[in-house]
């Protein structure tokens, strides 16, 4: 039983979730979920350079590692209304795979492998990033019912308090609009 | 290896290759410069999509020129001038259609971003924000031309002298009494007349007063005394002036007249003064 145990536990990705600084969703505060390996880092700092005309979701652009990344607002993207509470913001540099990018290749097997574009972004988090398992007792929830437009989210699921965010983070990327259904 | 001037314009830092900057100015544009209405920008305002109505104290006009595009920006402040590694790269998505457009380069320099701007877009992207947002007029901008308040030495030639001399009846004959100070030193010939007209005669000067007046006068302009304050009747030396009955409005009338010719003779004519009066 214990054997059972562990190897299905062996089976799981680490996860690692990070709160958002919004007010709550049906009673649940909204946390965006990656898999351990998506997180680059977590910038104790970060030096914002604005960027004329973007979009309210783009707060800037940061260099890292000599590469120059969007810092993006997933509050402000899905519409959420910002958290009153006092503020203690980080940035967590995020890789995923431009999934948009492997859809227009989709003839070419070849192709797709060799052409798979790693996108890196910027998010802005606040300072609650908890690395764990996978949460178990979660329920999926469709994202129009939350108010969320469902391209731009891979999944969502609700626990007891919090509910998890799955964003597709290419397509969000790649977006001229925001994210929530309003 | 790139020269770049990294310049401040609102909220917004970026870099002009150097090569492009004709010139600089701090506060506003001398009237000889090639502005005009149309080509004057205001950095801040244009990347912030919002209209400007006059240049900030402190700011800096940046003349810029790349192939067919020559105008002036304006920016907040010059930050710096630093050379660039020649690698660069494009912005990022979801970098906004715009900003793809004036910074088609980027550059990562000591971990600070470096946006590039591309000064042959200015004019287009202003253009297609339209409604003047980031032009700046250009009355706000080129300084009022007041060459008669310049503390220079200036060169007197005889030609001033006949110019008095030969006008020297109308003087004698047509003074105003009364005037304001601050107007007498600028005035179009046009206007001349007018005040002619409405100004009642006082007392004739005669010849030999008038002589060591405008002598006196032109020995003050050459020490640079040009300004209506610093030509004043009373401090004509004592026992310059013998003729008796003479008022100082008449006699300041006169040492204003003599300054004016002693400028007009000094000033070359510029066609564009006349909008400014």
């Known amino acids: 039983m214990r054997d059972k145990k562990k190897k299905s536990l062996k089976g799981q990705a680490k996860t690692v979730a990070l709160s958002l600084d919004a007010e709550q969703i049906k009673g649940r505060d909204p946390v965006l979920l990656f898999t351990a390996s998506q997180i680059d880092e977590v910038l104790a700092d970060a030096e914002v350079h604005p960027l004329p005309f973007a979009a309210n979701h783009l707060v800037g652009l940061c260099a890292w590692r000599e590469q120059v990344l969007p810092i993006i607002d997933l509050v402000a993207f899905f519409d959420l209304i910002p958290s009153q509470k006092d503020k203690n913001e980080r940035y967590v540099v995020v890789r995923t795979v431009d999934s948009t990018l492997l859809d227009t290749n989709k003839d070419n097997k070849e192709k797709q492998n060799t052409n798979k574009v790693v996108l890196r972004c910027v998010l802005k988090v606040s300072n609650q990033i908890i690395s764990g398992d996978i949460p178990t007792e979660c329920t999926a929830v469709f994202p129009k019912q939350a108010g969320f437009a469902p391209v731009f989210l891979k999944g969502l699921f609700q626990g007891e308090k919090k509910l998890f965010l799955l964003p597709d983070l290419a397509t969000i990327i790649h977006s001229d609009v925001q994210g929530s259904t309003t | ?277």
């Not at chain 2, 800096?60 to 590694?85: A, G, R, S, Y």
């Not at chain 2, 912005?91 to 004036?102: D, F, G, N, Q, V």
């Not at chain 2, 405008?214 to 003729?243: C, H, N, R, Y």
């Open chain 2, 1 to 277: 290896m790139k020269k770049v001037c990294l310049v401040k314009g609102g909220n917004f830092v970026l870099g002009i290759e150097s090569s492009y900057i004709l010139s600089r100015q701090n506060g506003m544009l001398a009237p000889e410069t090639a502005a005009q209405e149309g080509n004057i920008f205001h950095l801040g305002a244009l990347l912030a999509r919002k209209h400007c109505k006059r240049p900030e104290p402190g700011s800096v006009f940046l003349q810029v020129e790349k192939e067919k595009n020559n105008f002036f920006l304006l920016v907040d402040q010059v930050i710096d001038e630093i050379e660039l590694p020649g690698q660069t790269t494009r912005l990022p998505p979801p970098s906004p259609e715009l900003a793809h457009i004036l910074f088609p380069q980027v550059a990562v320099c000591m971990n600070l971003i470096v946006l590039l701007l591309d000064p042959g877009q200015i004019i287009p992207v202003a253009r297609q924000l339209g409604q003047g947002i980031g032009v700046l007029a250009r009355e706000h901008c080129v300084q009022v031309r007041a060459p008669q308040r310049h503390k220079y030495v200036p060169a007197v030639d005889t030609t001033a002298q006949q110019s008095i001399k030969s006008s020297s009846k109308n003087v004698l004959k047509q003074p105003a009494e009364t005037q304001p100070a601050d107007k007498k030193v600028v005035r179009p010939a046009g206007r001349w007349k007018t005040i002619k007209k409405n100004k009642k005669r006082p007392k004739s000067v005669n010849e030999e007063t008038f002589k060591r007046i405008m002598a006196w006068t032109i020995s003050q302009f050459k020490q640079g005394k040009v300004s209506a304050g610093e030509l004043l009747a009373d401090q004509l030396p004592p026992g310059l002036v013998q003729q008796e009955g003479l008022s100082d409005t008449v006699i300041q009338y006169l040492i204003d007249q003599i300054s004016l010719r002693c400028q007009e003779s000094i000033t070359p004519s510029h066609p564009e003064e006349h909008h400014e009066g």
